[in-house]
C-alpha cells in the first residue's frame, strides 16, 4: 500500500537505464508533488513523495460491457492425481457450473458492478436454461442470446488435477452452432446500445466478426482474447484496439522465437492495437503499449534485452501484485522490425499452496478486470496489479465462478475507492 512515506527506487544507469517505474497497486491513487535525482557510484537514485488523490474516476455503474463469444456449463471433476490411460479414479469433489470464456469474464464484469451483455446461443434444454439462469443471477443481460428450440447446448468436462493444480478440460460444442443470420439487425443494435467497449473470445467468428464490424461503425473499442490460433481470428484482430493473450499464443501466431518479440510483430502487423497483453500464468505477464511519442532520436533497444532487465526487477517475495515499466523507447526485435512503445512486467500475486484450489477461468478474471479497467480509465501499472488481484481470488476456489470477487471485496478496496 501507498502511503505519505518517502518512497525511493534505484537503478544501474549502465544497464537498467529504461526501467522508470516499479509500482504495486494502486498507482492511480497517486499523486506527486516532490521529485530528486542523484547520482552516487554508478546508480541513478529518484526520489518521488505521493500522496493519496481521489481524482480519477471508477466507471458507473450503468456502464455497458459486451460479450460475443463461448458459453457453456462445466462438469468439474477434482481428483487426487491425474488418471493414466484405462484407468479408474473417483473424484474428490464434484460441481457444476457456468462456464465458457465469455459468460465467464462477463460475470467478472457484473460482479465488479458494470452492466455486462451476452451475445451466444444455448439450446432449450436443461443445460441452456441452467446457463442462462446463472448469468441472470449474477446481473449479466442475456436479452442478445439466442435460444434454440432443437439441439444441444455447449458444455466441458473439467478434470481438476488436486496434486499439480492443473485443469484439462474437453469440450462438446453446443448444435447448431450460431451463425450471422440467428442475430437481427435490431437484436444487434439492442446489444451495442451505449456499449463502452465489446469483447470476442475468438469462437462464433461469423457472427463475432458482424457484431465487430458494427461496433467499429459505432467506434466502440474492441478487445480480443487470443487464446490460440482459430478460423476467422485474425479477421476479428484487424478490427480489435486491445488484445489479451496466452503465453503459447504470441509465437505460433508470429512465428517469432520468443514472447517479446513476438509482442513487437504483433504490433507492426496490427496497426490498430493500443496494447497487447500476454499472461503468463504464475510468472505474471507482458504487456506492450504502443507509443508514438518516442522522440526521433531515441536509441534503439533490444526486446528480449529489456524484458530479462525488468524481470530482473521483480520482487519476488512480494505478496501482492506489482508492476515494473520501462519508458517510451524504440523496441527492436531482430529480423522482424522496430515499434516505438513502452514495456510493462507484471507479477502474479503469491498463492500459498494451503490456498490455491484451481486455475480452471483465471484467464477469463484476468480479461474481466482488464475490461472493468478500460472502463475505469486505471493506468496501465494498476490495469495489470488489478487483473492479477481478481484472478488470485478466482484461483482460491473451484470452478470458473465461484471465486471471482464481488466489487465490495476487501482484497479489491485499494483499487474501489
Same mark, same amino acid.
Given at each position: 500500500m501507498w502511503n505519505n512515506n518517502l518512497c525511493t527506487c534505484s537503478t544501474p544507469s549502465s544497464t537498467? /537505464?529504461?526501467?522508470?517505474?516499479?509500482?504495486?497497486?494502486?498507482?492511480?491513487?497517486?499523486n506527486f508533488f516532490?521529485?530528486? %535525482?542523484?547520482?552516487?557510484?554508478?546508480?541513478?537514485?529518484? /526520489?518521488?513523495?505521493?500522496?493519496?488523490?481521489n481524482d480519477y474516476s471508477l466507471p458507473p455503474h450503468d456502464s455497458v460491457v459486451v460479450g460475443c463469444g463461448g458459453i457453456n456449463l462445466d462438469f468439474l471433476a477434482v481428483v487426487s492425481a491425474y488418471p493414466n490411460p484405462d484407468d479408474k479414479i473417483r473424484t474428490t469433489n464434484l460441481k457444476i457450473q457456468g462456464g465458457g470464456n465469455v459468460g465467464n469474464a462477463l460475470t467478472c464484469v457484473a460482479r465488479l458492478g458494470l452492466n455486462p451483455r451476452v451475445i451466444s446461443k444455448v439450446a432449450d434444454d436443461s443445460q441452456g436454461r441452467s446457463i442462462l439462469d446463472e448469468l441472470q443471477a449474477d446481473g449479466v443481460d442475456t436479452s442478445s442470446m439466442v435460444v434454440s428450440k432443437e439441439g444441444t447446448s455447449p458444455f466441458t468436462y473439467i478434470i481438476v488435477d488436486n496434486q499439480t493444480k492443473t485443469r484439462t478440460c474437453i469440450n462438446t460444442p453446443g448444435y447448431p452452432p450460431m451463425v450471422p443470420a440467428d442475430l437481427t439487425d435490431s437484436s444487434l443494435l439492442s446489444a451495442l446500445d451505449g456499449? &463502452? #467497449?465489446?469483447?470476442?473470445?475468438?469462437?462464433?467468428?461469423?457472427?463475432?466478426?458482424?457484431?465487430?464490424?458494427?461496433?467499429?461503425?459505432?467506434n466502440i473499442p474492441i478487445l480480443i482474447d487470443a487464446e490460440r490460433p482459430r478460423e476467422g481470428l485474425d479477421d476479428l484482430l484487424k478490427l480489435a484496439d486491445y488484445v489479451v493473450c496466452s503465453s503459447k499464443f504470441p509465437k505460433a501466431w508470429t512465428e517469432a522465437s520468443t514472447i517479446p518479440q513476438a509482442l513487437v510483430s504483433v504490433l507492426l502487423r496490427l496497426p490498430n492495437i493500443k496494447f497487447v497483453i500476454v499472461t503468463l500464468g504464475k510468472d505474471g505477464?507482458?504487456?506492450?503499449? &504502443?507509443n508514438v511519442d518516442a522522440g526521433p532520436s531515441s536509441e534503439e533497444v533490444d526486446v528480449d534485452s529489456l524484458v530479462k532487465s525488468l524481470e530482473a526487477r521483480k520482487n519476488e517475495s512480494? *505478496?501482492?501484485?506489482?508492476? #515494473?515499466? *520501462? *519508458?517510451?523507447?524504440?523496441?527492436?526485435?531482430?529480423?522482424? +522490425?522496430?515499434? %516505438? +512503445?513502452?514495456?510493462?512486467? +507484471? /507479477?502474479?500475486?503469491?498463492?500459498?499452496?494451503?490456498?490455491?484450489?484451481?486455475?480452471?477461468?483465471?484467464?477469463?478474471?484476468?480479461?474481466?478486470?482488464?475490461?472493468?479497467?478500460?472502463?475505469?480509465?486505471? %493506468?496501465?501499472?494498476?490495469?495489470?496489479?488489478?487483473?492479477?488481484?481478481?484472478?488470485?481470488?478466482?484461483?482460491?476456489?473451484?470452478?470458473? &465462478?465461484?471465486?471471482?470477487?464481488y466489487r465490495t471485496d476487501l482484497r479489491l478496496a485499494s483499487f474501489m475507492q
Amino acid at each position: 500500500m501507498w502511503n505519505n512515506n518517502l518512497c525511493t527506487c534505484s537503478t544501474p544507469s549502465s544497464t537498467f /537505464t529504461f526501467i522508470n517505474n516499479i509500482q504495486p497497486h494502486p498507482q492511480p491513487l497517486l499523486n506527486f508533488f516532490h521529485f530528486q %535525482s542523484r547520482t552516487r557510484r554508478g546508480f541513478t537514485t529518484t /526520489t518521488l513523495r505521493a500522496t493519496i488523490s481521489n481524482d480519477y474516476s471508477l466507471p458507473p455503474h450503468d456502464s455497458v460491457v459486451v460479450g460475443c463469444g463461448g458459453i457453456n456449463l462445466d462438469f468439474l471433476a477434482v481428483v487426487s492425481a491425474y488418471p493414466n490411460p484405462d484407468d479408474k479414479i473417483r473424484t474428490t469433489n464434484l460441481k457444476i457450473q457456468g462456464g465458457g470464456n465469455v459468460g465467464n469474464a462477463l460475470t467478472c464484469v457484473a460482479r465488479l458492478g458494470l452492466n455486462p451483455r451476452v451475445i451466444s446461443k444455448v439450446a432449450d434444454d436443461s443445460q441452456g436454461r441452467s446457463i442462462l439462469d446463472e448469468l441472470q443471477a449474477d446481473g449479466v443481460d442475456t436479452s442478445s442470446m439466442v435460444v434454440s428450440k432443437e439441439g444441444t447446448s455447449p458444455f466441458t468436462y473439467i478434470i481438476v488435477d488436486n496434486q499439480t493444480k492443473t485443469r484439462t478440460c474437453i469440450n462438446t460444442p453446443g448444435y447448431p452452432p450460431m451463425v450471422p443470420a440467428d442475430l437481427t439487425d435490431s437484436s444487434l443494435l439492442s446489444a451495442l446500445d451505449g456499449a &463502452r #467497449i465489446v469483447y470476442f473470445d475468438g469462437r462464433l467468428y461469423e457472427t463475432a466478426l458482424v457484431v465487430a464490424q458494427e461496433a467499429v461503425r459505432k467506434n466502440i473499442p474492441i478487445l480480443i482474447d487470443a487464446e490460440r490460433p482459430r478460423e476467422g481470428l485474425d479477421d476479428l484482430l484487424k478490427l480489435a484496439d486491445y488484445v489479451v493473450c496466452s503465453s503459447k499464443f504470441p509465437k505460433a501466431w508470429t512465428e517469432a522465437s520468443t514472447i517479446p518479440q513476438a509482442l513487437v510483430s504483433v504490433l507492426l502487423r496490427l496497426p490498430n492495437i493500443k496494447f497487447v497483453i500476454v499472461t503468463l500464468g504464475k510468472d505474471g505477464c507482458i504487456m506492450l503499449e &504502443r507509443n508514438v511519442d518516442a522522440g526521433p532520436s531515441s536509441e534503439e533497444v533490444d526486446v528480449d534485452s529489456l524484458v530479462k532487465s525488468l524481470e530482473a526487477r521483480k520482487n519476488e517475495s512480494a *505478496s501482492i501484485p506489482t508492476c #515494473i515499466s *520501462s *519508458s517510451v523507447t524504440k523496441l527492436k526485435a531482430e529480423g522482424i +522490425g522496430i515499434v %516505438s +512503445g513502452k514495456l510493462y512486467v +507484471g /507479477t502474479a500475486e503469491s498463492i500459498p499452496p494451503s490456498e490455491l484450489i484451481d486455475t480452471t477461468g483465471a484467464g477469463d478474471a484476468f480479461i474481466g478486470a482488464v475490461l472493468y479497467a478500460i472502463c475505469a480509465k486505471f %493506468s496501465p501499472e494498476t490495469m495489470l496489479s488489478f487483473a492479477a488481484t481478481v484472478a488470485a481470488a478466482k484461483c482460491r476456489d473451484l470452478g470458473a &465462478r465461484s471465486g471471482l470477487p464481488y466489487r465490495t471485496d476487501l482484497r479489491l478496496a485499494s483499487f474501489m475507492q
